[in-house]
DNA sequence: CCACATTCTTGATCTGCGTCAAAGTTTACG
DNA sequence: CGTAAACTTTGACGCAGATCAAGAATGTGG
């Protein structure tokens, strides 16, 4: 999901998405990568789902490049995201068999699989693997948690520019740009009606919130999904967040 | 976190909270046991606070007994329950040094402590610990995933009967009841104003809710912590669930 | 280049929940 | 046992965001 440490992962990762440093960063081994016979890709294109919630999930892996969302939906149609995965995040857990979420490519999608029994059984012998992986876990639950403020707490405006903020954070990371006082400048991977199911709202609240920060100077648009940050200082105030601790402490 | 994979833990431990078989449920060593020498317990009284957000934090440890909340809050005050720790959960992570969440007592509380870097060294040793952890941790995550849902889409007195439901399975799981229709029945371990924090609502909300369903014959109240549930499936309607799947499938 | 589907914006209106206020109930303590 | 503190309930009212509705912008395939 979305957060720092995942992200700079991708960092490590470099340009070579197969060895799956996200996954074993620490360890020196590349016993994954040895796995040829388990490992496979997939592809997915934009709006394909990768797996419905309840279906029988018989792998893990991780996102390669694209971007994917996990959401839950009750009965009447409500659907609320539960997370974003962005490149090098992992999908699926050891000891269980079912998909507990829908996942959905909101881009072009790689991922890069392995079957779950020979995953697990590697794991079992080899312990950087299940630490690395507890890691990532336990970010993964500091990023829900975060969400849960701003879903349970935040106004509308503010879970927008919490949204932004965060978008605009991981491109930072990404494309390394400095954090310093610079305009910062990224397109939305999401469409208005995914980030109010992102955010608990409605996609016409989504879309008036946005065209007031846009009145208010926060940012600027180009077209409906590029945008840029005049302030990020502004922007995480807007958040909620005091500018430099909160959220990205 | 409130999920019935570390209930049944609970369960595992039986009386005997001091073996940590939450942590380490499935390898038949006692090695956690052993290490006396980094145990110790804490005692904290109802309304006390175990840790600040932000402070250091240099133990991990997991519940004997009691109840204990981790929230987050806002500089202006609004607070967000982000979980609630119940006996055999476990608190802190491996690999950070600051707490992210406020951790308060809600009742009086017991917790057994380890100091964090032997138990990092232990767990680097010992790798069913570390995939216990995991395990546990990918419940949380669950459990928080489960709770944004709650916290995004749901209503006031769907949010209500979610939390009643919550409650009121743990309760079945930690005293074995039956899980056939008969009525259940429990205390609530919580405030009015900690449930409006736990489901982002005012404490009058809430308050005017469990009127309602007390009205409607959901619930039938003994003074104002004592609930009746006649019929659990009907809860769990009100929940938003289909009565046997969604939630708790 | 045009038709048609998506996506997005904006307006008008409605409503669920928050806010403010007051009083009732339970618990704790001197 | 009596008084204060904490917790809970209930009412009146207002507003943020949902809902309903109509277009505008953008993209896509023929």
């Given amino acids: 999901m979305l957060n720092e440490r995942s992200l700079s992962v991708t960092q490590d990762c470099g ?26 890709y997939r592809k997915f294109e934009a709006g394909q789902t990768v797996i419905w919630s309840g279906d029988k999930m018989d792998f893990v892996g991780s996102v ?33 068999s079912t998909a507990a979420y829908d996942v959905v490519a909101t881009t072009d999608l790689v991922m890069c699989c392995f079957r779950k ?21 336990l970010d993964e639950l500091d990023a829900a948690r975060e969400w849960m403020l701003v879903l349970g707490r935040k106004t509308a405006r503010e879970k927008i520019a919490s949204l932004l903020s965060i978008i605009a954070r991981r491109d930072a990371t990404l494309h390394l740009k ?52 005049p302030d990020m200082e502004r922007l995480l105030e807007e958040a909620g967040d005091d500018a430099d601790g909160g959220m990205f402490a």
């Fill in 178 to 229: 400095s954090g310093g006082g610079g305009p910062l400048t990224f397109d939305l991977p999401l469409t208005r009606e995914a980030m109010a199911d992102y955010l608990g709202l409605t996609l016409e609240t989504v879309s008036r919130q946005i065209s007031a920060l846009k009145k208010d100077g926060v940012i600027t648009l180009e077209g409906k999904r590029h945008v840029t940050v």
């Fill in 64 to 96: 390669v490049s694209g971007i994917a969302t996990l959401t839950q939906t009750m009965e009447d149609g409500r659907t609320q995201m539960v997370g974003l995965l962005l490149p090098s995040d992992f999908v699926g857990r050891p000891g269980r």
């Fill in 117 to 137: 029994s020979p995953f697990e059984e590697l794991m079992g012998r080899t312990p950087h693997i299940a630490q690395r992986l507890l890691e990532m876990t």
């Fill in 15 to 40: 340009d070579c998405p197969i060895r799956h440093r996200a996954v074993c960063a620490r360890c020196e081994s590349d016993e994954l990568d040895r796995l040829e016979e388990i490992k496979y």
